[in-house]
C-alpha cells in the first residue's frame, strides 16, 4: 500500500475512487492523519489485513467502501463508522463486529489463544460446516433421483437453514394458504405470507400446477437460486414437492415491493432512497451477468420483482423464467414472454435472449423509478425512454417525478442536475442495439459516483 503511504501525507485531501486499482497490503494507521478525507473508495482490490480503528478520528469521512477485498478482523463502530453502510463492507475474508454490518460478532478474547488461532479455527469450522452440508445435499438428491423420499418431504436447498418443512407445516403456516395471506402473484403461481412454528415469517411461492410451464418453473428457479449467494437477491430457505403441491419457501421481505413503493400514496421514497434501491439491483444483476461461474440472465426485471427488506435494501426475485447460458454461448433462443413494455426489442421480436436484455429491462425500470410513469401507460408509437430522451437535458422538469424535487433557489437546479444524471444511464441501458447498451459493472460505478455527488451536498 506504497501508494495509500503517499496520499495520507495529504491532510486536506478529500476524495480518492480507487476501485478496480489491484492495490494490495495493508490500510496504514497513518491514514488518521488525513483529517481532511470524505470520499475514499477501496473496493475490488486486493487489499489485506484490518481496519485500523484510528480512522475513526476521520469526522468528515462520509463513504468509506473497502467492499471485494481481503479484509478481516473487527469494522470499528465509531466515529464516521456509525453512519456507514453494510454494503461498504461486503466480500471480505472474515470481517466481523456490530450486527448492523451484517456480519457475525467477533470472537471474545482469550488468554491461551492469539487471534490468527480463533480465525485458524473459524475457518476449519466452516470448512467441517461446508462438507457436512454438501454431503447432506448429495445423499438427498440421490434419495429424490431414485424416489425412496416420501412425497410431503422437503428437500434442503439453501445453506440458510437445515430444517426441513413437510407440506401440512406449510399449511399450518399460511392458514391453508388463506386469502388474507396472499400478498402477491409471481409468473406462475401465488406467495403466501406464513409464519412457522417457531415464529419464523416466511414467503411461500406456490406454483400454479395446472400450467404446463409451472413445472419447468419450479425447476429452474430451485437450480438457479441454489446455486447463487449474494445479498441483493431473495434467498431460498427450502421447498417443498410431491405430486400434487410444489412451492418454495423464501425469505420474507417486511417492507414489499418496489412497485409498492412508487404506486401507493401512503409510501413515498426520496432520490437518495431510490437510487441506492436501484444500485442494490444493479449489483445483483453485475453479480448474476459477470459475478457467476455461467452467467444468468433474470429476463423479468422490474419493480414488482423488487422487494425491501426491513432496512429497505433491495432484494431482486422471480426467477420463474430466468436463463443460464453455457461456457460458449454469447446469447440463446427463448418462446418464453417476459412483461410487456420491459422486453428488450431483440427478445420481444426474435426471441433473442442474452445478459443484454436484462440490462435494457433494468435502463426501463430506472427511468420509471425516478418518472414514476409505468412504460406500458404511453399511446400510439410514444415509449417511456423516447419521451424521457425528448426531454433532456434542458426540460427534466417536464419527465421527473415532482415529488422529487424542492422548487427553492440553487436546490433546485442541483436536484435536477442529479436526476439528469441517472436518467442518462438509464437511456445507455436501454439503447435500441445491445452493441450500444452499457454493462452492469458500468453501471453501478456510474450510479455510485452519482450517489457520492448527493451524499457530498
Excluded at 456509525?82 to 466480500?91: A, E, G, P, R, V
Excluded at 413515498?268 to 431510490?274: A, I, M, S, V, Y
Excluded at 434501491?277 to 451477468?289: G, N, P, S, T
Aim: a neutral charge; aromatic letters at 8%; hydrophobic letters at 40%.
Amino acid at each position: 500500500m506504497e501508494f495509500l503511504q503517499k496520499l495520507e501525507a495529504c491532510k486536506i485531501c478529500q476524495t480518492f475512487l480507487l476501485r478496480h486499482n489491484k492495490l494490495q497490503g495493508d490500510i496504514p494507521d497513518s491514514m488518521r492523519n488525513m483529517v481532511g478525507l470524505k470520499f475514499l473508495d477501496l473496493s475490488h482490490n486486493n487489499i489485506s489485513g484490518i481496519i485500523p480503528k484510528c480512522l475513526e478520528k476521520l469526522q468528515n469521512l462520509k463513504y468509506f467502501n473497502v467492499s471485494v477485498n481481503k479484509l478481516y478482523g473487527e469494522i470499528p463502530s465509531g466515529g464516521p463508522f456509525k453512519n456507514l453502510s453494510s454494503q461498504f463492507f461486503i466480500h471480505n475474508e472474515a470481517l466481523c463486529g456490530s450486527s448492523r454490518f451484517r456480519v457475525p460478532p467477533c470472537p471474545t478474547s482469550s488468554k491461551h489463544k492469539s487471534n490468527r488461532e480463533k480465525l485458524l479455527v473459524l475457518f476449519l469450522l466452516l470448512a467441517v460446516a461446508v462438507v457436512l452440508v454438501s454431503t447432506a445435499f448429495v445423499f438427498l438428491w440421490i434419495r429424490y433421483r431414485r424416489g425412496k423420499s416420501a412425497p410431503q418431504q422437503a428437500e434442503s436447498l439453501s445453506t440458510v437453514t437445515r430444517e426441513r418443512i413437510s407440506y401440512y407445516e406449510l399449511l399450518q403456516a399460511t392458514d391453508d394458504l388463506s386469502e388474507s395471506n396472499l400478498i402477491g402473484f409471481g409468473s406462475f403461481g401465488s406467495i403466501y405470507k406464513g409464519i412457522l412454528r417457531s415464529g419464523t415469517a416466511i414467503e411461500v411461492k406456490v406454483f400454479n400446477l395446472q400450467l404446463d410451464a409451472a413445472f419447468k418453473s419450479f425447476d429452474t428457479e430451485c437450480d438457479v437460486l441454489c446455486s447463487l449467494c449474494h445479498r441483493n437477491l431473495v434467498k431460498v430457505i427450502t421447498s417443498c414437492s410431491n405430486l400434487d403441491f410444489k412451492a418454495l419457501v423464501l425469505e420474507y421481505m417486511p417492507n414489499g415491493s418496489l412497485e409498492k413503493y412508487l404506486y401507493s400514496h401512503n409510501y413515498f421514497l426520496d432520490t437518495n432512497q431510490r437510487l441506492s434501491i436501484m444500485i442494490d439491483v444493479a449489483c445483483a444483476l453485475e453479480y448474476l451477468h459477470h459475478g457467476c461461474s455461467l452467467p444468468v440472465i433474470h429476463c423479468d426485471v422490474k419493480p414488482s420483482n423488487v422487494l425491501l427488506d426491513e432496512d429497505m435494501v433491495a432484494h431482486l426475485s422471480d426467477f420463474d423464467i430466468s436463463k443460464l447460458l453455457g461456457e460458449d454461448q454469447g446469447d440463446l433462443y427463448t418462446k418464453t414472454i417476459a412483461t410487456l413494455g420491459y422486453i428488450a426489442p431483440e427478445y420481444g421480436l426474435d426471441g433473442l435472449v442474452s445478459t443484454k436484455c436484462d440490462v435494457y429491462s433494468y435502463g426501463i425500470m430506472l427511468l420509471e423509478t425516478f418518472t414514476q410513469r409505468k412504460p406500458y401507460e404511453f399511446e400510439g408509437d410514444l415509449i417511456l425512454k423516447h419521451w424521457v430522451s425528448y426531454s433532456l437535458p434542458e426540460a427534466v422538469m417536464d419527465v421527473v417525478d415532482v415529488n422529487l424535487v424542492t422548487p427553492i433557489g440553487n436546490r433546485l437546479q442541483k436536484e435536477l442536475d442529479d436526476v439528469a444524471s441517472i436518467l442518462k444511464v438509464a437511456l445507455d441501458c436501454c439503447a435500441e442495439s445491445p452493441a450500444r447498451r452499457t454493462n452492469m459493472k458500468d453501471v453501478v460505478a456510474m450510479l455510485q459516483k452519482i450517489k457520492i455527488q448527493l451524499l457530498a451536498c
